[in-house]
């Protein structure tokens, strides 16, 4: 015992002197061990075997524990064990040089051991916690359960969310459904919810606060469950863990339960070995909300890599915002698609110095044969376009009474051999209704069968533009599956997106462009960018009579505008989904108004640009030849970038009224308003937006008109915007 004191003593020492450049210090006390940075404190309880975490924002998770638990229920909690004991290791992996304060929870007569960590990271604002859990005993754990991070009211704990606007970002697992990111706020009773792979808990006023969130996501679908107290900025509860798997609710709201989750009807598989591994959870307060995402953003980029792209954004159009099923009403024919490669070509700005993907969407397989398609692509070649190609590759769309009794397209197997399977041993069904989906398992061969028979039509088409669609029925829990050592929905979703990227860029190339529609928010490393919400219709409000009551562009931003730092971090760029100059299908006609405030939208959140129009119609060339063949436009989404959100979505209401601005050379800035019936104002701040003590011309960013003077020295300049309208505007140098 004395020599490991005197081992700890020394390293402790030590640690002390090598973070003195990062102002880190760690302090032993008889009772605790305090790691300090300008960021955040961490206190470790020696006798409870508990951490404190405290944020530069004035936030604070108390008194957190530990926890797994076995399938049959079995669960251990590092609270209940008796021994803790505190080791330190120098780690140096891929987020960098620091140290790992590991927290060994032990009890006498109880035959497995706790490893709570904590690594903390040289000059760095945010610490990782992670569990491991092995055996004493020389068995095989079975695990379902593992939470790193258990702060709950029950066990002595305590958390605080500063600010006068305290809210709780919760996210639904995917984009699917229409469902919208909800901002939970505290009430007079109890509030409680289950977000899934990150959270945040801010300020909404100040944007300042937490950032929480898992960065492994090979084998764990990371839950995030929440209570807040009816004492406002108190947490009742605050548990982040591996495991998560939750049935869609019908008779509740979408986001409170409805279809925010995972979608599963099994519960979630098990991890077996002596040592098991939880989820791996970055924790970053600082007092810019924003700045923790990012630095969220490039840990899951060094530890999972993403997919770069060197060229431009690429600039497309989609044929799903003209005819749903291509061909399936016949309103665009093949000869329809010919008629809109031309149009587009004749864009100037659109169409210059870059290929321009013609992306054939879900089609008519009768009429859009692989000769059709081939001679489309020879059309769209002497137009300087290239064809792009839509498929799914986990899920198959079929009629229930086919699942028994067909073969499963390109292969021999049949549709039932190669499905998910729920606790019945029947096959899962993903989407329901007569002509539905249904999953199939990503480790099957006839899965992999499948997906090579879409590639081949792919290159036999000479697609350079790939959307894969309904990713989430591949993640999907299930009593059986093909490979018996894939034991669970992420784990067997990870080795079908491999698998996929493999066979894209050994059939097709490794320069072909992917984007994913329907999909979990992780992993994200097989693809070049995702939809940040569901297919987006463009018109402006779900409340629109004569709308769908879904889809809509004000419902897109209460989801987006939360989720800008993805952008060139988790992907190259981020979709919006595509514009349309008129019409979305047999949708009614949107404004000339609600076409700009779309765009402005898509731009901020640094998404490539497409557009689904049917440029036939004669008002729908005249707005493509003001708006996407603007060059300041054009020009702009060549190499698109996020902006930082100023003031974001709060709450499900479409009244929503946001800001946002880009720092750079050339300083822009927007406002995009929602609401029916209020103007918008927005003062935008010199401490923020940094611009040089110099006079400049507040210039609208699409007319070029000029909209005002910031004269040198002043503090602030304002922005106003009638209601249903937006505003993008450049700080351009007064000379």
């Excluded at 004395?2 to 008889?30: E, M, P, Y």
């Excluded at 070029?704 to 602030?716: D, F, K, R, T, Y």
Aim: proline share 4%.
């Amino acid at each position: 015992m004395k020599k490991t004191n005197k081992w700890l003593l020394l390293s402790l020492l030590l640690l002390v002197i090598q973070d003195r450049v990062s102002a880190q210090t760690f302090r032993n006390f008889k009772d605790s061990m305090v790691i300090q940075s300008p960021f955040y404190r961490v206190v470790i309880d020696k006798k409870e075997g508990k951490s404190s975490y405290f944020f530069q924002d004035g936030s604070f998770l108390k008194h957190a524990t530990a926890m797994i638990k076995e399938p049959g229920g079995q669960m251990f909690s590092s609270d209940q064990f008796t021994q803790h004991e505190i080791k330190v290791q120098s780690i140096n992996d891929a987020i960098g040089r620091g140290q790992r304060i590991n927290i060994v929870h032990q009890k006498p007569g109880i035959g497995l051991k706790l490893v709570q960590s904590v690594a903390v990271y040289t000059a760095q604002p945010f610490f990782v916690v992670g569990l491991t859990a092995t055996s004493l005993k020389n068995e095989v754990l079975t695990v379902n359960y593992m939470s790193p991070l258990v702060m709950t009211k029950l066990h002595g704990g305590a958390g605080f969310v500063k600010g006068n606007e305290p809210r709780v970002l919760d996210m639904p697992f995917d984009n699917d459904n229409w469902t919208k990111v909800l901002t939970a706020k505290w009430k007079p009773e109890t509030v409680r919810g289950v977000g899934y792979s990150f959270s945040s808990l801010y300020d909404a006023e100040q944007l300042s606060g937490l950032v929480v969130g898992a960065v492994t996501h090979d084998f764990w679908k990371t839950g995030i469950q929440y209570i807040l107290s009816a004492q406002k900025n108190r947490l009742d509860s605050f548990i982040v863990y591996g495991g998560t798997a939750t049935p869609d609710n019908s008779s509740l709201p979408a986001e409170y339960g409805g279809n925010d989750g995972t979608h599963d009807m099994v519960a979630h598989g098990s991890m077996v070995g002596k040592t098991v591994v939880g989820p791996e959870i970055f924790v970053c307060g600082l007092k810019n909300r924003t700045a923790a995402f990012e630095a969220y953003g490039k840990v899951n980029q060094k530890l999972n890599v993403s997919l770069k792209w060197s060229s431009n954004a690429p600039f497309y159009w989609n044929s799903f915002g003209v005819e749903g099923v291509l061909g399936y009403e016949k309103r665009m024919m093949p000869d329809g698609v010919l008629a809109i490669s031309d149009y587009i070509a004749s864009l100037k700005h659109f169409s210059a110095n870059k290929k321009v993907y013609m992306s054939i969407d879900s089609y008519d397989q009768g009429i859009y044969n692989k000769d059709v398609l081939k001679s489309i692509r020879e059309h769209c070649i002497q137009n300087n376009q290239e064809l792009g190609f839509y498929f799914i590759p986990f899920a198959v769309w079929t009629w229930k009474s086919s699942v028994e009794k067909d073969k499963l397209q390109y292969t021999d197997d049949y549709i039932r051999d190669v499905t998910l399977k729920d606790n019945n041993g029947k096959t899962i069904v993903y989407k329901d209704g007569e002509f539905g989906a249904f999953p199939l398992d990503p480790t099957h061969p006839a899965t992999r069968k499948r997906i090579i028979g879409e590639l081949e039509k792919a290159k036999a088409i000479g697609a350079r533009f790939l959307k894969i669609d309904f990713l989430t029925a591949g993640a999907l829990e299930s009593t059986s599956r093909y490979d018996p050592n894939t034991r669970s929905g992420l784990q067997a979703y990870n080795q079908g997106m491999s698998m996929l990227k493999k066979l894209i860029d050994s059939i097709l190339g490794p320069d072909v462009f992917i984007t994913q529609a329907i999909s979990p928010t992780f992993p994200s490393q097989y693809t070049h960018i995702r939809f940040l919400s569901t297919d987006v219709y463009s018109h402006l409000r779900n409340d629109q009579k004569g709308f769908p009551h879904y889809g809509s562009t004000a419902a897109s931003m209460i989801s987006s505008s939360h989720l800008g730092w993805m952008q060139g971090s988790l992907w190259p760029f981020t979709n919006m989904d595509v514009s349309v100059m008129k019409q979305f299908q047999k949708n009614n006609a949107i404004s000339e108004q609600d076409v700009k405030v779309r765009l402005i939208t898509m731009a901020v959140m640094g998404s490539a640009l497409g557009d689904g129009s049917d440029f036939r119609d004669s008002i729908t060339r005249a707005r493509a030849s003001l708006f996407l063949d603007n060059p300041a436009l054009c020009l702009y989404f060549e190499q698109p970038r996020a902006f930082q959100p100023l003031k974001v979505a709060d709450g499900l209401s479409e009244d929503q009224q946001l800001s946002f601005y880009l720092p750079g050379d050339t300083i822009s800035a927007a406002i995009i308003n929602f609401d029916t019936t209020r103007s918008f104002e927005y003062v935008f701040l010199q401490e923020k937006l940094k611009w040089k003590n110099r006079s400049y011309i507040i210039r609208d960013f699409l007319t070029n008109e000029e909209l005002g003077v910031i004269q040198p020295g002043a503090a602030s300049f304002r922005l106003t915007t009638g209601a249903r309208d937006a505003c993008w505007v450049k700080l351009v140098e007064n000379n």
